[in-house]
């Protein structure tokens, strides 16, 4: 395992332990939380001559996530637009760096549509002045995953890149369901799944860029 995911995931479990026992009031709090994503950053940033497009794609997104991860880690109601906002060109940048190099494949939109129409339907009555700005985001997860639903890649990096933008919108979802369908859910329980699915997410997203255009560059048969 690499050197950079070992880390990814101590630091991933030290923000899980924060979340258990201090409150985004305390100094620590937003460090813990970013950390991780400046791991990953970091990790791809020091081979930057090296990456595609695509891989530099990778990094823009996960910097905007940075910035997300830094405005809802924030105390504070005012902080959620533009966290949704940072994310949401995060999730965008993902969409085209899935694009590159692929064709349409418009029957694989077909599962991605149905969960974004039902899942916003049941948000719409909950939503109020946030309609357009959630509507317009779940939008934007739907076109990740069928983006990477519909990427040409090589094995293991589709599986990870595919694994990793439903896991992201599973935390999304989350997000969603305990702020407006379920706002009487245990905070702890619904912050900790958020993060796990959070993490995992661009873990795999990571893994996904790092096979295709470093690991497999070095040697073709690896996986």
Known sequence: MAKEIVLFGLYSIVHLLAILTITKESYFFLPSKIIPILILIVSLVRFWGELQKRGKLVVL?????????????????????????????????????????????LKLSLP????????????????GVLLI??????AAICLMGWRAAARVSQAH???C????????????????????LNPHMDRLLASMLIMITYYLAQALLYESVKVEELILKEDPKST
């Open 61 to 105: 997104a996960l910097i905007f996530s940075a910035f997300g991860d830094s405005f809802l880690a924030l105390p504070g109601e005012k902080f959620f637009v533009p966290g949704l906002g940072s994310f949401l060109l995060a999730q965008l940048i993902y969409a085209y760096a899935f694009s590159i190099g692929s064709t349409l494949k």
């Open 112 to 127: 991605f549509l149905a969960f974004g129409g039902v899942f916003f339907a049941l948000l719409v009555p909950k939503l």
């Open 133 to 138: 700005p959630v509507a317009v985001y779940i």
């Open 157 to 159: 990096a589709y599986r």
């Open 161 to 180: 890149g595919l694994i990793g933008a439903i896991t992201f919108m599973a935390s999304d979802s989350i997000i969603a369901y305990s702020m407006f």
